[in-house]
């Protein structure tokens, strides 16, 4: 009877052992989905799909769509102001700011990675920049998601999901949950929070300078910071001059040892973000010319 009882009891540990190291590996549950494009999927599918192969009769699919690299990403330009940061105010902090969407493809032998947003209120500001015929187009999509931006490039997917989580199985700390937030500062343009199970927070940069480094998702570390922390790394920002590269507006950071060059967006590499206004104009125009072109109306 002993005999048995051990051998339940190993059995039992044995199980808990390998359930527990199981869980550490599902990281499913720690992203947010994508629960506000579903009832547009369609439409942001046939509009990026009009932008992108012209007049090719080419269509993306959602089988196209990487689904483990769908993005959540909040505007977190404010949330260091904060002299600290709990779970309850990180919370109050998402539920107030903007959010958009990063939406990676793979069709044939082209890696696809889009920008999807909310069309915002149109401000006096950029009333005044903008010609009758522009203003229109955003005043189309005023409260509408939609395909803000868009790059392709040769097979090559840059997944911040498992480059965080390459990071989280080295680490010896239980995780309960993965927040994506841009903007955070000058010099921390995209960055993961991570909430542990005893939630604590702490974020993991992905784009951005640190200490006179420039930080990507191809030349990153496994350090976390908290949140004294990372206002510590933003404050090493030095106000940027205007700039420009390649035709599209930038930040030029100054540094002690070197001057970077930063593009002026969220996730920088594959793609270069134009300003919100204008990127949603040229796509809405592109998608509109090909529709014409090949009677899709």
């Not at 205007?242 to 507006?249: L, N, Q, S």
Request: glycine fraction near 4%; proline fraction near 2%; charged fraction near 25%.
């Amino acid at each position: 009877m002993k005999k048995t009882i051990c051998i339940l009891t190993s059995f039992l540990l044995l199980f808990s052992i390998c359930f527990s190291a199981f869980a550490q590996t599902d990281y499913s549950k720690l992203y947010e989905d994508a629960i506000d494009l579903k009832p547009v999927e369609n439409e942001i599918l046939e509009e990026l799909s009009n932008s992108i192969f012209y007049e090719e009769e080419k269509h993306l699919t959602l089988e196209n769509l990487d689904n483990d690299g769908i993005l959540k990403i909040y505007n977190g330009s404010d949330w260091l102001k904060r002299n600290s940061l709990n779970l309850e105010e990180l919370n109050h902090l998402r539920q107030n700011s903007d959010w958009f969407y990063r939406l990676y493809f793979c069709f044939e032998n082209l890696f696809i990675n889009s920008t999807v947003t909310k069309g915002r209120e149109i401000t006096e500001e950029v009333r005044e920049t903008m010609n009758k015929e522009d203003l229109e187009v955003l005043e189309s999509i005023v409260g509408k998601w939609h395909v803000q931006s868009y790059g392709y490039d040769a097979p090559k997917n840059e997944n911040y999901k498992h480059n965080l989580e390459n990071i989280l199985k080295n680490s010896n700390i239980n995780y309960s949950k993965a927040y994506f937030t841009a903007y955070l500062s000058g010099n921390i343009h995209f960055a993961a929070i991570l909430v542990d199970e005893n939630s604590e927070i702490k974020f993991k940069i992905f784009e951005g300078v640190v200490n006179d480094e420039i930080i990507t998702c191809d030349n990153s570390d496994d350090t976390v910071y908290t949140f004294e922390e990372i206002k510590e790394i933003a404050a090493q920002f030095v106000p940027s001059e205007p700039g420009y590269y390649d035709g599209v507006d930038v930040n030029i950071i100054q540094s002690p040892k070197h001057t970077a060059t930063i593009i002026g967006c969220a996730l920088a590499g594959a793609v270069i973000i134009l300003a919100a206004a204008a990127a949603s104009v040229i796509v809405y125009k592109k998608k509109h010319k090909k529709i014409e072109t090949i009677n899709f109306e």
